[in-house]
């Protein structure tokens, strides 16, 4: 069961020959009740061979983010709240991007409640142009900036979890965060606008086409949502 | 024009009996009958002509279960269930070999939302698009030489030039050239009947189409110097930044077509879109979908 939540884990141990100490600590935890997650999730990180490996940023960073999945995943009765509010975004989403495209300007918006921004200082989430995780690429390889959304959906996959995640660019995480509170489209891109040192009206316009082209696949992804 | 889709069910028979099964790529049973369903209703929203080509198990499921408008069935696919299921796009190379009036065959996992240019639906050969750069196809044919499958003579032909390792995506395919989807439908035919033998070996499935269907059509139009117009150009879907594997073409000003194609299916966020998508503009047929699965 254990297994099912620490895919990630299970490669970056593997990879570095560590998955020994998964097996024999996941093994523990299962035989735990209430807490085994928590337990099993805190022993590893705290593993004395993982503290002093070479690369245990890299692994707690994993352990603390499939961790963190883990815990985001909601109940049968959660899932049938967020499929209420999913119905009438699906539908207003549609009208925004049709019929009211350019009218989007004019508009205030907000980050989905079930949606998570997370930083990390690596690359861990699926690679879609090769179908598979490749943490290995992280190994012996500096700390750098990398962006993703966790999007709790009203759908449980075969593991009884309903977040998907996404990657995000360092653009379009700025962007996001602007609207944790409400905030019109208009203010959204002079805030935007105002991190560049644009000089031609040339390059402000391909700011703006940019930022729209973001707000657009947000409201498709339904990062953003329209005010209830 | 005519649309034409094909569906033989032996291949998905097989894969509820498997540990993972494997419902045309999607991870369960509801998004399989949810993309057939959304796929059916978005050509018919632009085509009046939607024909199915399938078997008895499909006529029941996609007629008599899911209620889809296609406007004419022709239940004929039971005729090749000597074949074993992993030769999956037999179905397809089988409808293609019915057709006598021009036609456009789609997947049951390509969507529409607005009609093909008549460039596109008056030419002679037709396909989604050119994979220029795709290295599956020297690995179908790696594969396939590796279990010893007979090769055509005209593959061997067309890869002895190495920058040909390509092939045209069939998401949809079709055309005015019934004459030459004659031929390539009897020598894709052939090449399943010549290795019937050696399909006991563990061969990729998918892999094994790609060379029996896309990589033989593109070496028989070479071969014929037919010209092959494609649904978009590889590379103008690279300078557009286009993934054709995305439900968000349905909102771009240009190219509103999606094929959900390949190892792309499972992953979790592709059967949620597609079922945002029924929810919006087919929630009826969403819970007839719900309705039946739960049953």
Not at chain 1, 9 to 34: M, Q
Not at chain 2, 155 to 174: C, L, M, P, R, T
Request: overall charge negative; some cysteine; aromatic content about 14%.
């Amino acid at each position: 069961m254990i297994e099912a939540y620490f895919p990630r884990t299970i490669e970056i141990l593997k990879a570095l020959k560590l998955i020994s100490i998964f097996e024999e600590l996941s093994a523990v935890a299962a035989t735990r009740d209430d807490d085994a997650f928590v337990f099993f999730a805190e022993s590893l990180s705290t593993h004395e061979i993982i503290l002093h490996h070479e690369s245990s940023d890299l692994i707690r960073e994993i352990i603390s983010i499939e961790f963190d999945k883990y815990m985001l995943r909601d109940t049968s009765e959660k899932v049938v709240e967020i499929a209420q509010k999913e119905r009438i975004w699906n539908t207003e989403r549609e009208v925004l991007l049709t019929t009211q495209k350019d009218l989007l300007k004019e508009l205030d918006f907000v980050m989905n409640p079930f949606v998570t921004i997370y930083m990390s200082d690596y690359k861990i989430i699926w690679d879609v142009t090769k179908d598979e995780f490749m943490l290995k690429d992280n190994i012996g390889q500096p700390e750098s900036e990398h962006y993703y959304v966790f999007q709790q959906i009203d759908l449980f996959d075969p593991n009884q979890s309903n977040i998907l995640e996404f990657p995000l660019t360092q653009y379009e995480c700025y962007i996001l965060q602007l609207f944790k509170e409400l905030l019109g489209f208009q203010e959204a891109l002079s805030a935007f606008k105002n991190i560049f040192n644009y000089e031609t009206a040339e390059e402000q316009q391909v700011i703006e086409t940019n930022f729209r082209d973001i707000i657009n696949y947000f409201i498709y992804k339904k990062f953003l949502v329209r005010p209830e | 024009m005519k649309i034409v889709h094909s569906l033989w069910t032996k291949p998905f028979k097989k894969a509820l009996h498997e540990k993972q099964p494997n419902y045309g790529g999607w991870p369960s049973k509801s998004f399989l009958y949810m993309s057939w369903a959304l796929s059916c209703l978005q050509f018919r929203k632009f085509y009046d002509n939607v024909e199915l080509v399938t078997d008895a198990a499909g006529y029941e499921l996609l007629i008599e279960k899911l209620k889809l408008p296609y406007t004419n069935v022709q239940v004929v696919l039971d005729a090749i269930n000597h074949y074993p299921e992993k030769l999956w796009a037999a179905g397809k190379l089988y409808a293609y070999q019915l057709q006598d009036t021009p036609f456009v065959h789609a997947d049951g996992d390509v969507f529409i939302w607005e009609k093909f240019t008549p460039t596109l639906e008056n030419s002679s050969l037709l396909a989604q698009h050119f994979d220029a750069t795709n290295g599956h196809y020297k690995h179908s044919l790696e594969e396939a030489e590796k279990f010893g499958f007979h090769i055509p003579e005209v593959i061997q032909e067309y890869v002895k030039d190495d920058s040909n390792f390509s092939g045209h995506s069939a998401g949809i395919i079709g055309g005015s050239d019934l004459e030459f989807f004659q031929k390539f439908c009897h020598a894709s035919f052939k090449v399943m009947d010549e290795n019937i033998d050696k399909y006991h070996v563990d061969f990729k499935a998918t892999s094994y189409a790609l060379l029996y269907e896309q990589f033989l059509f593109s070496a028989l139009a070479r071969q014929d110097q037919k010209q092959v117009t494609c649904l978009i150009d590889d590379n103008l879907l690279s300078e557009l930044h286009i993934n054709i594997s995305d439900f968000n073409n349905k909102y771009r000003e240009r190219f509103k077509y999606a094929h959900m194609a390949g190892f792309q299916k499972k992953r979790p966020q592709y059967g949620y879109e597609l079922r945002n998508q029924l929810q919006v503009d087919y929630p009826e047929h969403l819970e007839l979908i719900q309705r039946i699965i739960h049953d």
